[in-house]
């Protein structure tokens, strides 16, 4: 599983050292299904099967009146909800605002800290809902999106770009595709640390009492339960088993160097939580967005470089089904996946747009330097299953911090 992702991550290293060289402007095949949802609130022109490739220039094809009927149906529903989208969240908030703008539809944002567990409870406890409070759509950690689909959570739509998603990052039928991507990395606010760590054994020094804490609570959250995953790495251990990670945080807990509440910009910022792992495009955005006040320091940990990619789904029970297929084909957009670089995530689709030369120069430069990358581990889906169910399982009798969102 996403071995193809690890090949297609090693062109994108490759490319990034050959930027001078890019032109200027990063589940399962079937039929997607129309529910009962949809058939229940979707407008009559509402399309019921994929949305075919764009046509070239000046051609008319059924894929494009297809196009056009998703368009009329999701502006008649009105309105998309969303849930655990940060705006400084891969640039979300510029997605949102865009999407919004360009189809004249409502964006209802839910709980934008949740953790992907809080994602799938959202659409359990709104099944039938069509209130405010039931999700459209999510955006969830790769072990999560399997699960959704065993459960019944999601349903399946193949956009029109689907087939310049790598195989080994979609669900083949269509009920989950990965969206982007990114490294664990540490964030550091260099006003309250002197020294900034460089790797996961620099965090059990002395000089770090009371720095140290977690970008989400590592019983729910994605992001937090694989940075787990890349302590255990970093000490010998592997990516399904976290044993080493769940003993190496009992460490810095034990040593007081661990916070046990979730790093945020403004926990960061006000030297709260000054030193916290996330996801590479996270500290990059929390970075440029502190603009200096405090100045933080992003640096990939020389080892136990876990590489994540996150994937979409609908909701069984979406509300508004047209409005998310309509959200799905944006997002997978050439547009789209500009504006996710944008927030220093690689896009899914980032090897298919390089090659076509419609990713912009500057968003090439603005990238970290691609050896922070060449060590990187692309976890698959069963690796990254047994070490969420271990470190959900364990944590609290192993680690015994119960990680909250600070007061």
Request: aromatic letters at 8%.
């Amino acid at each position: 599983m996403l071995s193809q992702i690890v090949r297609k991550a090693t062109l994108v290293l490759l490319l990034l050292l050959a930027i001078a060289l890019v032109a200027c402007g990063g589940g399962e095949a079937a039929e997607p299904a129309a529910d009962e949802a949809a058939e229940n609130t979707a407008a009559e022109a509402a399309p019921t099967e994929a949305v075919e490739p764009a046509p070239a220039e000046g051609e008319a094809t059924s894929g494009e009146m297809n196009m056009d009927a998703l368009v009329a149906a999701a502006q008649a529903e009105g309105m998309l909800t969303t849930i655990a989208l940060p705006r400084d969240w891969c640039n979300y908030g510029e997605m949102i605002d865009s999407f919004s703008e360009k189809y004249g539809i409502t964006v209802n944002e839910l709980d934008p800290n949740a953790g992907s567990a809080d994602e799938l409870e959202a659409i359990r406890a709104n099944q039938g809902n069509t209130g405010p409070q039931a999700p459209d759509v999510i955006d969830v950690g790769l072990a999560f999106g399997p699960q959704a689909k065993d459960e019944g959570l999601i349903q399946p739509y193949k956009v029109s770009t689907w087939d310049s998603i790598p195989d080994d990052a979609k669900d083949p039928d269509g009920y989950w595709y990965g969206d982007y991507y990114g490294v664990l990395a540490f964030a550091t606010n260099t006003d309250v640390v002197e020294n900034v760590p460089q790797d996961w054994s620099d965090l059990l020094k002395p000089e770090y009492a009371g720095q140290f804490a977690l970008a989400g609570d590592p019983r729910l959250s994605n992001q937090a339960i694989l940075s787990v995953m890349a302590a255990s790495i970093a000490y010998g251990g592997t990516a399904s088993d976290p044993a080493a990670g769940l003993d190496f945080f009992k460490q810095l807990n034990d040593a007081g160097n661990f916070v046990p509440v979730i790093a945020l910009p403004g926990t960061i910022a006000q030297g709260e939580t000054p030193i916290t792992v996330a996801w590479d495009y996270n500290g990059l955005a929390w970075r440029d967005s502190l603009a200096g006040n405090p100045p933080v320091e992003v640096t990939v940990p020389k080892s136990g470089v876990v590489a994540g990619v996150y994937v979409q789904a609908i909701s069984a029970y979406a509300p508004h089904p047209n409005a998310a297929k309509l959200w799905m084909e944006y997002l997978y957009s050439d547009e789209g996946q500009n504006v996710w670089l944008k927030g220093y995530c690689h896009p899914i689709r980032f090897n298919d747009m390089a090659e076509r030369g419609v990713i912009p120069q500057e968003l090439l430069d603005k990238l970290p330097p691609a050896e922070a990358y060449a060590n990187a581990v692309f976890p698959t889906v069963e690796e990254q299953n047994a070490n969420k169910e271990a470190v959900v399982a364990n944590w609290d009798s192993v680690v015994g911090a119960d990680v909250k969102e600070a007061p």
